[in-house]
């Protein structure tokens, strides 16, 4: 990996923000709409049931979800704006390889988790008094787990897109909302109709959440459940950047050419 | 010294049916060739011969199904992002990311090559200025127009040093004038760096203009490779035009007669004919009592060679 290569990536996709709305709007506007509207109903459902917690829970599971969104929308969104401007033959005819690729989008996406995070942030606890503080270290696993989902279904949208093409790009946008009510983002697991708790047992996030709000409520953590949540992300996130090199090989199989 | 920085061996592509129960579609069948070093190699042929799916197979965007390709004595499979340093393209179908500066995606594009910092401004300041678009450095691509745009291609091309350029219809959407400028650029490239360019165009005044060499594909086999005027001259009608004044509809008739093909434009006849049976025509002609006031005889050139070959 050479890193001239991948500073190159970065300036590609730092550029547009200074004059790109698009881009603006996802990593801040959106965000902030869904704060406000959470931080109000979350604040509502808490003086309403008389339970702080609530409020807290809400508002964090809000937070761990737009580290999801970002992760993935840094990895899928940056491949479909190759396609969309007609660049990805420009891309990929230079030294650039493919794990420089991945490895660029993967810390892009770091980074703009980390500025959208640092905004979202500012207002919980700015706007709501939330003390995101209160979850401690326990904050590492629970951000570290939601980037590693983020990334993994940001490579299995991609891959679906190289596969399949541009009509399939609905993916980047579909694929981690689907993601959304398995996860139990904002309410207990035990909610679900019981025949789909066996769908969100297989999905890595929903143990974050139960986890979150189970230190939320002041119980104790349980570290089989936070380690299944590893296990599963890592055996998704290892699959996940095998179905992008296989899809990214198949593609060059009928020439990436076929994008412009 | 590598004398062939470039040797394609037995290149074949062959794309899966689009449908089930479809045929597969050879593109580009068992094509071998060298480019030299310092060469323009001219790759010609109809819409369709192949040209497209050998240089996406040259550049790696397209994986090959047989054959190999070679790049500095180096398998280009195993060792592609080393040999890409090297080469480099440009094309007048892709684009450039549209919400970025002209000066933001050549700078892209020169890190990518590790062309950075005042190298990198010099060199742009260079080309830019050469081009004429140095001016327009600071606008987004979208509000170039398509000619500005195939010049920034071509900087973007020969940005990073390369020892080999595929350049894909270069002077397609360019003004008469900008395209000879290319032309200038590409062979002041060639002679200042001996960079070997693999050359396509459908202009075949400028590829007679630039390449050393012609490589004719059809139906994806490579068909003919020769300096451009031998294939010119391989051609062996030319085309006669006289100025009749009196007997357009005999001289017409006389030339149906020898099953040569003929047409007239205002007082003039055209008549396809073997330039070694110019004379005989004539002869013939002239006792068949018909005058014509003046004679002119167009060569065969490569367009024709083109037009004879694209024939099925």
Known sequence: MKLHRIKALFLRHLYPLKRDFDLLSDMLYWPLVDTLLWGITSQWLSEASGQASIALAILMALLLWNIIWRAQSEVSRNLIDEIWNNNLVNIFSTPLMVREWLFSVMSLSVLKTIFTLSVITTVVVGMWSANILFFGWWLIPFILAMVTTGWWVGFLSAGIILRYGPKMQTVVWTLPGMLLPFSAVFFPLERFPEALQYVSRIVPTTYIFETMRTIAAGGAVDWGTLSMSFVFNFLYLGLALWYFVSSFRYSTKLGLGRFN | ?312
């Open chain 2, 1 to 312: 010294m590598i004398d062939s920085p470039l040797v394609v061996h037995n290149l074949t592509k062959i794309f899966p049916p689009e449908k089930k129960g479809g045929r597969p579609f050879t593109a580009v069948d068992d094509i071998s060739f060298k480019l030299r070093e310092g060469q323009i190699l001219g790759l010609l042929g109809p819409n369709g011969a192949g040209k497209s799916t050998t240089i996406s197979m040259l550049l790696g965007t397209l994986s090959p199904t047989f054959g190999s390709i070679r790049y500095f004595d180096k398998d280009f499979a195993k060792h592609k992002s080393e040999s890409l340093q090297h080469v480099t393209f440009a094309s007048t179908y892709i684009k450039m990311p549209w919400r970025l500066t002209v000066w933001e995606n050549l700078k892209i594009y020169g890190t990518l090559y590790d062309v950075q910092g005042k190298v990198f401004d010099q060199r742009m300041e260079r080309f830019l200025n050469f081009f004429g678009v140095w001016q327009q450095r600071h606008k987004t691509m979208n509000l170039l127009s398509a000619g500005q745009v195939t010049r920034i291609m071509l900087a973007k091309a020969f940005l990073p040093y390369p020892k080999i350029v595929l350049l894909d219809e270069p002077t397609a959407s360019l003004d008469p004038d900008i395209a000879h400028q290319v032309r200038e650029f590409v062979k002041l490239q060639r002679q200042e760096y001996g960079v070997s360019i693999l050359y396509t165009s459908h202009n075949m005044e400028e590829v007679t203009d630039v390449c050393d060499e012609v490589m004719f594909l059809k139906h994806g086999q490579i068909v003919a490779v020769d300096k451009p005027l031998n294939l010119a001259r391989s051609v062996k009608t030319a085309r006669m035009r006289l100025l009749v004044k009196d007997g357009l509809k005999r001289t017409q008739k006389f030339a149906k007669a020898q099953a040569l093909p003929v047409s007239i434009e205002g007082r003039e006849v055209i008549i396809e004919i073997d330039e070694q049976a110019i004379a005989q025509f004539l002869e013939k002609l002239a006792a068949e009592k018909i005058s014509y006031s003046q004679i002119a005889v167009d060569k065969p050139t490569l367009e024709d060679y083109f037009l004879q070959m694209s024939k099925d």
